[in-house]
């Protein structure tokens, strides 16, 4: 019958929910007729506590359910922060090394300009030195020729070498701004890699 059915479901919800022996589980054919309707309201009152349990079962579940989605959440962009801050150690490693392969390579430069400038300035010693024994010594024709010659070469190994320190400097320069450029890339790097330890 229909009343048995809802005793039992009645028994079987309580069970799961560990409630107490609820009120109204009589069966109404072995209740007195004047007590039917005491009988009617607990059942009532029963189907109400068990709506109420349900619903507060319904709301923690869906609390959690809630709760392991933002974990599952927080999950994934932990995973992706960590993927991202590794990405950027490796290419601040990669800035790294090269920042120190501009260094070497500026030192370098800057040593061969020294080298170029020394080199000059013993050209212009020589250059000097040159033109006071040809002052202080009587010139024929041909000796004339000889140091015009002389001059000539004098001159252009002279351009040639401040050409050189010119094409030195420009280098230089270049690898300046280059290592300039680095430089702030690998601090730009280091403040993101804080703030994704942050």
């Given amino acids: 019958t229909s009343e048995e059915c809802y005793l039992n479901l009645a028994r079987s919800i309580s069970s799961r929910l560990d409630l107490d022996r609820l009120p109204g589980q009589r069966s109404l054919i072995q209740v007195p007729k004047i007590e039917r309707e005491t009988v009617k309201k607990e059942r009532q009152n029963t189907i109400e506590l068990l709506s109420q349990r349900i619903e507060i079962l319904k709301n923690q579940l869906q609390h959690k359910e809630n709760l392991l989605s933002e974990y599952e959440r927080d999950m994934s962009r932990l995973k992706q922060a960590e993927a991202l801050a590794d990405a950027k150690g490796e290419q601040l490693d990669q800035f790294i090394n090269e920042l120190r392969s ?7 430069l800057r040593q061969s300009l020294d080298r170029t ?44 070498k401040d050409y050189e320190i010119d094409t030195l ?10 290592l300039q450029l680095l430089s702030d890339q690998t601090m730009k790097m280091r403040i993101q890699m804080v703030m994704f330890k942050v």
């Fill in 102 to 108: 501009k260094e070497t390579e500026i030192q370098l």
């Fill in 117 to 160: 400038r020394e080199a000059l300035l013993n050209e212009q010693r020589s250059v000097a030195t040159f033109k006071k024994s040809r002052n202080s010594t009587p010139t024929s024709n041909f000796s004339s020729i000889k140091e015009q010659r002389q001059r000539k070469a004098i001159q252009e190994k002279l351009k040639r």
């Fill in 169 to 178: 400097k420009n280098q230089l320069e270049e690898r300046d701004k280059k």
